[in-house]
């Protein structure tokens, strides 16, 4: 499996979330393989637009398990989903909306729509992509990888970075992943909730007027396979933001829920289904 919002949803489908899908696949063998693949976790993919003429996605990744680093290489759509084909009342039921930073025309017409339904929205950002400064202030939450808040404030800091993404919209908090340094999550202090969540695993500070929580990484006994350990880490987040769990708390799901990721080879073979984490992380 790939694609960073489909390995997202497998993880919060096997965390016991009701998922869809809603992005641009072409009528071929590969569409037809990602929509299987994703429907046999759970994932609804009734959603998906079909076109005719279109390769779907496609990456190939390459594993080097004796420096625990990986080349891809992508062979992306030749278009992207456009506003006028999403789907009519697509967002109808919906507890919470998660973009994936990509299609960012239709993205930010589907997250103007939740702003105003008052559905949460979840951004998911790792790179500068074509119109992604449409999206950003319509996020409530915004999940990036280590790179990115130095990217969005060129010289800063990756806090200060973080502390620029959060003053651009509407977010709540931005969570930075740092791989096997855990990640770390940042709100401003009046937002900070009567009582702190204490665990051995989480370091609170400040900077200014903002509260830093970092959350050690998870132990796991063999690192095999880093690919998407982002994208289940956000999953978990995803069934945080769903129901309603304490923001430290998802963290700490989502710690252990990539970690076990990382023992198996590829983005989801090893995911862990909600039967095998462990109640007190739920």
Known sequence: GGGNAANSLTAARRLGVECSLCTKLGEDANGDLIRNELNSDGVDTTLCVSKA???????????????????????????????????????????????????????????????KAGVPVVLDIEKVRPNIDKVLPLADFIVTNTGYPKIFKEGASTEEGMAALLD???AKWVITTLGSAGSQMMRRTKDDPEERVSDPALTYSSLDEYTIVKCRAHDVAEVVDTTGAGDSFI???????????PTERAMLLAS???????????????????????????
């Open 53 to 115: 003429g279109l390769d779907s996605p496609f990456t190939y990744i390459l594993v080097d398990t004796s420096t625990q680093t990986r080349t891809c290489v992508h062979q992306p759509i030749q278009e992207e989903l456009l506003p006028e084909e999403l789907p009519a009342d697509m967002l109808a039921g919906v507890s919470v909306l998660h973009l994936d930073g990509r299609n960012t025309l239709a993205a930010a017409q589907l997250a103007k729509e939740a702003n």
């Open 168 to 170: 651009q919209g509407r």
């Open 235 to 245: 999953g978990a987040m995803l069934y945080g933001v769903a129901s309603g769990m």
């Open 256 to 282: 252990f829920v990539a970690a076990t990721k990382c023992s198996g080879p590829g983005a989801r073979s090893a995911l862990p289904l909600r039967s095998e984490v462990d109640e007190k992380l739920l």
